[in-house]
């Protein structure tokens, strides 16, 4: 599949700001490749309301080197993410939980054995893009690229209320947990209406949002992209 955007279509349309990514400023020197279940166990036990809090999320912490989180290092027993100054912990949550998430200010938690300490946070709204992404979307092993694309259709079209117009997956990656291996794709939308592309944000795709899963974010200015390999 290969397809080309005449030009970048981020439009303009002022989104709600019912739910929101709150981008914590950290320092940690060093993380696990595979940190979405030691994240999430950790950002939990500070703030047990996001284990079932419908619109919250935990984003999965990615460094420079990763991009915009279509590559990952493949080692990931071996290798480890080197996080810099400019690196952020982002939780999207409801705007009525900001002051909760709040209390994370001046925390050291531990991830694996890593500490990582929380700074002050900012507030960043949702933004209309004609093209979102998912790092990771949960799959279940015995499903195929066609019934996974299917599914979602049929999910985007039971939050939005409208049918998705181009959709394609990319790279799949497994997430390590104490009941074993998830596995999850990279997945993209694209020419969804204003108000579709912020409730895909706002309520995601699938399960599994405490460990960064089904969490969209915009793609700006694509002119063209090929599916991973």
């Given at each position: 599949?290969?397809?080309?955007?005449?030009?970048?279509k981020?439009?303009?349309?002022?989104?709600?700001d019912?739910?929101?990514?709150?981008?914590?400023?950290?320092?940690c020197?060093?993380?696990?490749?595979d940190?979405?279940?030691?994240?999430?166990?950790?950002i939990?036990?500070?703030?047990?309301?996001?284990?079932?809090?419908?619109?919250?999320?935990?984003?999965?912490?990615?460094?420079a080197?990763?991009?915009?989180?279509w590559?990952?290092?493949?080692?990931?027993?071996?290798?480890?993410?080197?996080?810099?100054?400019?690196?952020?912990l982002?939780?999207?949550?409801p705007?009525?939980r900001?002051?909760?998430?709040?209390?994370?200010?001046?925390?050291?938690?531990s991830?694996?054995?890593?500490p990582?300490?929380?700074?002050?946070?900012?507030k960043?709204?949702?933004v209309?893009s004609?093209?979102?992404?998912?790092?990771?979307?949960?799959?279940?092993?015995?499903?195929?690229?066609?019934?996974?694309?299917m599914?979602?259709?049929d999910?985007?079209?039971?939050?939005?209320?409208?049918?998705?117009?181009?959709?394609?997956?990319g790279?799949?990656?497994?997430?390590?947990?104490p009941?074993?291996?998830?596995?999850?794709?990279?997945?993209?939308i694209?020419?969804?209406?204003?108000?579709s592309?912020?409730?895909?944000?706002?309520?995601?795709?699938g399960?599994?949002?405490?460990l960064?899963?089904?969490?969209?974010?915009?793609?700006?200015?694509?002119r063209?992209?090929k599916?991973?390999?």
């Amino acid at each position: 599949m290969f397809w080309e955007e005449e030009e970048d279509k981020t439009l303009p349309y002022q989104a709600p700001d019912d739910v929101i990514d709150l981008s914590f400023s950290m320092q940690c020197k060093e993380l696990p490749i595979d940190h979405a279940w030691a994240l999430s166990q950790a950002i939990v036990k500070e703030l047990p309301w996001m284990e079932t809090e419908k619109l919250a999320g935990v984003h999965q912490i990615h460094v420079a080197e990763s991009g915009n989180g279509w590559e990952r290092p493949e080692n990931s027993e071996e290798e480890t993410l080197k996080p810099s100054h400019r690196t952020k912990l982002v939780l999207r949550i409801p705007k009525t939980r900001i002051k909760d998430a709040e209390t994370l200010v001046g925390k050291t938690i531990s991830i694996a054995g890593y500490p990582l300490t929380i700074k002050k946070p900012r507030k960043k709204t949702l933004v209309n893009s004609s093209v979102i992404f998912a790092r990771y979307v949960l799959s279940s092993d015995d499903e195929d690229e066609n019934s996974f694309l299917m599914r979602m259709a049929d999910e985007i079209k039971s939050i939005t209320g409208e049918k998705v117009k181009k959709m394609m997956c990319g790279k799949t990656y497994k997430i390590k947990t104490p009941d074993g291996d998830l596995l999850t794709r990279h997945l993209m939308i694209a020419e969804q209406s204003n108000d579709s592309s912020i409730q895909l944000q706002q309520y995601g795709l699938g399960e599994g949002r405490i460990l960064g899963c089904g969490i969209f974010l915009p793609h700006k200015g694509i002119r063209s992209l090929k599916p991973m390999e």
